[in-house]
């Protein structure tokens, strides 16, 4: 159990252009979704919390006009990286946390490259 | 901010040897996690720890929160060379905040 899935996988786009990754849950109802950026040898580091039909909580530092993240279901949200920059280019993770658990279980994340 | 210190930061040993790291905190965390993470994948949880003292197993891993609550150890028994991958400590803090705080992580490689 606790299978959470993203999509794409790997993804190459222009620079100005916007990128969608989707995040699921795929067992389990995510009440609460996490965006995670990750730079080479480094560890995560957390961009923006998202519950349920709420918007999304970013940390300090994060652009939330250009990370869009909506979380429009128990087991989907989307983060979407808008005239995006080759600086944009990182590995992106989410992970998801079911109602009144503090595990938190990540997908398998994707990788932007942005030319 | 909360900062996790988790050390060594990596470690090169032999097949057969037994692993230990661990992870410290300034601040009292409610929870302890470790996850596993290989190249290119995203991290997979191996342990999750809720109590103060809470010694938890998992197959030749074993992890414990300690006891004043700011810290944490994960050891691996027997490793074999599927343990290479960096493993992070991830601690949630007092107070409800869902964010888990990450360490730096422990990069793990095991000669065969």
């Known amino acids: 159990g606790a299978v959470v899935s993203q999509h794409p996988s790997w993804v190459i786009c222009k620079s100005g252009t916007s990128v969608k990754i989707e995040c699921r849950s795929l067992?389990?109802?995510?009440?609460?979704m996490f965006w995670y950026r990750q730079f080479p040898k480094q560890s995560l580091m957390l961009m923006a919390t998202?519950?349920?039909?709420?918007?999304?909580?970013?940390e300090q530092g994060v652009e939330k006009d250009k990370f869009l993240i909506n979380h429009a279901s128990l087991t989907l949200s989307t983060l979407t990286v808008t005239s995006a920059h080759p600086e944009d280019s990182s590995f992106y993770i989410c992970?998801?946390?079911?109602?009144?658990?503090?595990?938190?279980?990540f997908g398998p994340g994707t990788r932007l490259t942005v030319t | 901010g909360q900062q996790l210190n988790q050390s060594p930061q990596s470690m090169f040993i032999q097949e057969g040897e037994d692993v230990s790291m661990n992870c410290t905190s300034s601040s009292i965390f409610n929870t302890w996690l470790w996850y596993k993470q290989e190249p290119g994948e995203g991290p997979v949880l191996l342990i999750a720890?809720?109590?103060?003292?809470e010694l938890t197993s998992n197959g030749r891993l074993t992890a414990q929160f300690g006891i004043t609550r700011k810290d944490s150890f994960l050891n691996i028994s027997a490793s074999i060379p599927s343990d290479v991958g960096i493993y992070f400590c991830a601690g949630q803090a007092q107070g409800g905040s869902e964010k888990l705080v990450f360490g730096k992580g422990t990069k793990l490689t095991v000669n065969p």
């Open positions: 992970s998801a946390r079911g109602r009144g658990l503090y595990e938190q279980y």
């Open positions: 720890l809720y109590k103060a003292g």
């Open positions: 998202s519950n349920e039909g709420s918007k999304a909580t970013y």
């Open positions: 067992d389990f109802q995510a009440t609460t």
